[in-house]
């Protein structure tokens, strides 16, 4: 059996953010394939606490990390505006790469990162997960086997949970569509993503972006604070099939439906339910119904493929990813979703961008 891939980490806490909850879970899962041995953050003091509180080594700052032969895979899972730099170090150094979606802070530096890796050589993933769901590979193995016979019309409606009227003080940068970290960005990103291996490409699209809100009110303090990140975001057109596309994402959650995706076809239709939009993190729900069913059923994955695997869909989800990862830097193979996807999916949303700004 091969030696376990050494992981360092760049923007790990012991006891928070989203790399704790989601990242070292997954890795913890798959033992065999990856060890959790190094930690660099933003301050000295902050890797220091973390190393200590998982025994792990720390340095003092990335670039130290990078260059360290004790480690071979980097992975980039702090804010968006410091992805072109701190993966840029990582890709330099000759080390293999998961950066947390999105890649970069727009197109532009999605663009650089994904030409550098190319040149470089190495295993760039960019953590679209959401794409690695058991849910989201049964619904496309659904789809190809023809059971809702030739595809029609897809709609997906979906609550972005942040970018309404309220924020913890830890969250306040997403309300800025200067941080890449938009709900158009984040959720949307992830869920199109899914949309993408599932059902192909995009074809014509018209787009509308609208805020309710021009503050936002920070929990902590009561403040309120100015929000340039819209909390209405609706897309209708066509996929590239010509079947009839439409997303609504809205900002906050609602007593309602806080996520729905339906897909419609000649001979079936499927539902996709979940209680948050974000595709990547939550448990997905799918049913569906054909010829003359007259009601939906559940049409879940063989649970077999939960086992060993951690309890949080999030954690789950990405311990997929990095289980995609191993057999790519193992085998030389490319099933983990890469940086020139991540490219792909990044001009999806800055044409959205283009398209909304038309609108207005």
Request: glycine share 10%; charged share 20%.
């Amino acid at each position: 059996m091969p030696e376990p891939i050494k992981v360092g980490f760049i923007g790990l806490n012991s006891d928070s953010n989203w790399a704790a909850t989601a990242h070292v879970p997954a890795l913890r899962s798959l033992k065999d394939d990856f060890e959790i041995v190094a930690v660099a953050n933003s301050t000295a003091e902050s890797g220091r606490r973390t190393a200590e509180a998982l025994g792990l080594t720390t340095f003092d700052t990335p670039a130290d990390m990078v260059r360290s032969d004790l480690v071979d895979l980097v992975v980039v899972t702090v804010k968006v505006p410091h992805h072109l730099e701190l993966v840029s170090l990582a890709l330099d150094a000759g080390k293999h790469v998961y950066c947390e979606w999105p890649l970069g802070n727009g197109l532009d530096e999605a663009r650089q990162l994904a030409a550098l890796a190319e040149a470089k050589g190495v295993v760039a993933v960019a953590g679209t997960q959401a794409r690695a769901a058991p849910e989201i590979e049964h619904l496309k193995s659904l789809i190809d086997g023809g059971y809702v016979g030739r595809v029609l019309s897809t709609s997906l409606i979906g609550s972005g949970g942040n970018w309404a009227d309220t924020t913890s003080e830890a969250l306040y940068y997403l309300f800025h569509k200067s941080n890449g970290g938009t709900m158009e960005d984040i959720p949307i990103g992830h869920t199109l993503a899914a949309v993408r291996d599932v059902l192909g490409d995009f074809g014509p699209l018209s787009a509308t972006k609208r805020s309710n809100f021009d503050t936002v009110t920070v929990t902590e303090s009561g403040e309120a604070r100015p929000k340039t990140a819209p909390d209405q975001v609706m897309v209708q057109g066509a996929m590239a099939s010509g079947a009839a596309f439409s997303l609504h994402y809205r900002g906050g959650t609602n007593r309602g439906t806080n996520f729905l995706w339906e897909i419609n076809g000649t001979e079936g239709d499927i539902q996709v339910t979940a209680g948050l939009g974000h595709a990547q993190m939550v448990q997905l729900t799918v049913r569906g119904a054909r010829g003359e069913e007259t009601g939906m059923t559940e049409m879940m994955p063989d649970p077999v493929v939960h086992e060993g695997l951690p309890e949080f869909p999030g954690a789950r989800n990405v311990a997929r990813m990095y289980a995609r990862m191993a057999q790519d830097i193992r085998t030389g193979s490319r099933t983990a979703p890469t940086f020139a996807e991540a490219v792909a999916l990044h001009e999806v949303l800055d044409r959205i961008e283009t398209l909304a700004a038309s609108d207005t």
